[in-house]
């Protein structure tokens, strides 16, 4: 009859643990109390596009729509897409400083202590944010530019049939 310690195969508990420990920690050392959480980078060149996807006056390289600055819809494009990127790239910036920051904040000094570990956590973060801010102010001129350059240019473009038609002026309701 098996008793509660050992396993059908013969195997104790402890020696089940023992292997399993084996197999699943092969790493053993750590300096200090420290903790190092390892960081993968992955960058990709190149637009990233599918090929069912059409872009609006795409350079001849394939890169940023728009980049030809041949017409109006270029521009656009090209506003549009910069827009899009710095969206997205600032709230990626933005999660990965807040889950940096709450990585950092769990790691103790030499000498064991947490005390400090918010404040450097912060300290090392802090440059992440700022460049999710970078990308937002990215974002907010990208819109910018393509706002001015009708401001600037509307005369130009009604000329050629490229700009927006004028909005009417609302109607005054009246008795007559």
């Not at 990233?48 to 996807?53: E, F, L, N, V």
Request: aromatic content about 6%; glycine content about 10%.
């Amino acid at each position: 009859m098996a008793t509660p310690a050992s396993a059908p195969g013969g195997n104790t508990f402890e020696e089940r643990r023992q292997q399993r420990a084996a197999t699943v920690n092969k790493t053993k050392t750590k300096n200090g109390g420290g903790f190092s959480p390892t960081l993968n980078i992955s960058m990709q060149k190149g637009g990233g596009g599918t090929a069912g996807q059409s872009t609006v006056g795409a350079s001849a390289k394939g890169g940023v729509p728009g980049s030809d600055f041949m017409s109006n819809e270029d521009i656009r494009a090209f506003c549009e897409h910069l827009r899009k990127e710095a969206r997205n790239r600032a709230t990626e910036r933005a999660m990965d400083a807040d889950h940096l920051e709450a990585i950092l904040r769990t790691i103790p000094d030499l000498s064991g202590s947490l005390g400090g570990a918010r404040a450097r956590a912060r300290r090392v973060t802090r440059w992440l944010k700022k460049v999710a801010a970078a990308e937002k102010a990215i974002q907010k001129y990208s819109a910018s530019i393509y706002a001015t350059f009708e401001r600037e240019f509307e005369s130009e473009l009604r000329k050629i049939g490229k700009a927006r038609p004028q909005q009417r002026s609302a109607r005054n309701f009246g008795w007559r």
